[in-house]
């Protein structure tokens, strides 16, 4: 017969491991049989080491399970793993893990093991709903054997029809909460009525809670891993910049200009560059710039999304970035790029790299323009001071001029620019342009004033003077010419005369046009604010005055006595008292003086009109016609 001695021994090697559970049995049976009292206390310690061993099981299960979610570096992985092993663990048919989602205010299905049905694999539950719902708003487990029949549980449509698809019967559902986050529900359920237990609640608990850490744990290190993966683009990106920038000083410490910085970002880019300056026009260009490309209509377009300094997509022309070229809180200009292929985006160090072009593009900007202001400044002065004299101007003047290269011996045209007052600074930018360095340009009376080199003052006043339109109702340029004339002889006498030009064309209602004295002959001299008969006089019979004083000749008188008689040769000799031959020689003398075409009825009505007027203005002598 079993003693207790016997069953004693048997207990312990069963504590290590080396009885076998029939021998054992058959020892606690005799016993409980002969002495039924020690049988049972037998039976109570049997259980409790079972149970010990079951815990240390599971406890080194946990631990295993913590070693393999540890090194999951994807929380997708990690989420497998969890409800894998949790299905393994408590042995059920089915497990899975639902997320929060903090903008819904509900909970996801994310992850299953052992599910069959779409329907619930796709499922949502809203807080409170099912018993996974009351898990997330109360964070505490529940558990059912009978789900469908649990008056505990608010019962919805979508849930019970999803439950009912997958077969569930009795489900387990714990929370994943880290420091008071909840970050979801771990469920385990089977597709029996079998009930779950403490033990199974606890242990769900452990792995969840164990599950809750490794995934907190997981999503921080992926966050740490983009934040360094952003870091090093970032200081990529500056390094990138830094090496433009480097390149881009390179360039205007070897005297380059915006064009050489085009060069360098389009080179560096792999794109077309065009670099526009205040007033839109295209001050250089790099690269295949596309041929129907509005630039202005671009850097407008750009304007209104400004980006104050950083790149702009303009969906135009296949794709362009446009950047404001900014100094002192002054738009200087615009850069445009574009032809990087990809999509024509930019990566982090090409957007800095354009920012790095565009403030060294302001900054040659800058200076450029303040040399160009100082340029212009000098030579609004000089141009000042050569109108200021009265006939020749002084040597220190004709000095001046050539020094700021204007040549005071060669020809020259001057023109009186008349435009809208917010428009003159503008216009004497362009005429500065048209003029480069031998034009002087300033302002003058309310005018913009222009000395060019030429000899046809209508041909280069056209080149400034343009008419209103209805998208620039404030764009007109009316321009009144004179010349040529030569800047050493004085200029003051072409200025009354182009300026009163211009103030014709204006009285005429022809803003927005050029014309010079000659142009428009008598009409200039009626309609001027400021009629200069001598000078009117002066530019029409000049020539022949001027032989006439030279040579002591009568080509003046015999003018009058040809037009006095009716333009008749004959009639006119008679009157002065001469053959008719030397009336004759007298006007070829004239045509020669004044061109073949003095007699064309519009110039002999200038004629006629400048002889009336230099009559009127010179006292004639007692007894003379």
Known sequence: MRTVLDLLRLLADRADGDARDGELDRVVAELAASEPEAGALTLRVRAAMDAGRRRESELAALVGIARDLASEPDPGSVLQAIVRRARGLLGTDIAYLTLHDPERGDTFMR?????????????RLPLGAGLGGLVAASRTPHWTGRYAGDG????????????AEEGI???????????????????????????????DVALLGSLAALAAVSLVQTRRLADTATALRELRGAHAAIAEAADAHDRFAGVVLEGGDVGDIAEALGRLL????????????????HGPVPPGLDARAAARRAGERDGGGRPVPVPCAGGVWVTAVIAGGQRLGTLLLGGLGAGDALTPGQVRTVERAAMVTALVQLFAQRADEADRSDRADAL????????APRPTTLTRLAALGVSPRRPHVLLVCRCHPARRR????????LGGRSGLVGE????????????????????????????????????????PLQPADGADAALAEARRSAEALVALDREGECASASDLGFAGLLLGERPDVAGYVRGILGPVAEHDARRGSELLRTLEAYYAAGASPTRAAAALHVHVNTVAQRLDRVASLLGPRWQDPDHGLELQLALRLHRLGTPRPEGTP
């Open 111 to 123: 992850v299953t093991s052992g599910s069959v049905s779409h329907r619930f694999q796709s499922l």
């Open 152 to 163: 505990r549980y608010r019962h919805t449509e979508e849930i019970d029809t999803a439950v």
């Open 270 to 285: 792999g794109g077309w560059v065009a670099v526009l300056d205040g007033d839109g026009a295209t001050a250089a260009a």
């Open 426 to 433: 503008a216009l004497a930018r362009e005429a500065a342009a």
């Open 444 to 483: 003058r009376d309310g005018a913009v004033v222009v000395l060019l080199p030429g000899t046809d003052p209508a041909a280069a006043g056209a080149r400034l003077a343009r008419p209103a339109s209805e998208q620039d109702p404030d764009g007109a340029v009316t321009v009144g010419g004179a010349g």
């Open 384 to 391: 000042t001071e050569l109108l200021a004299a009265s006939g």
């Open 169 to 199: 019967v009795g489900i387990c559902g714990t929370p994943l909460l880290v420091d008071d986050e909840f970050v979801g529900v771990l469920f385990a359920a089977n597709r029996s009525a079998r009930p779950f237990t403490a033990e």
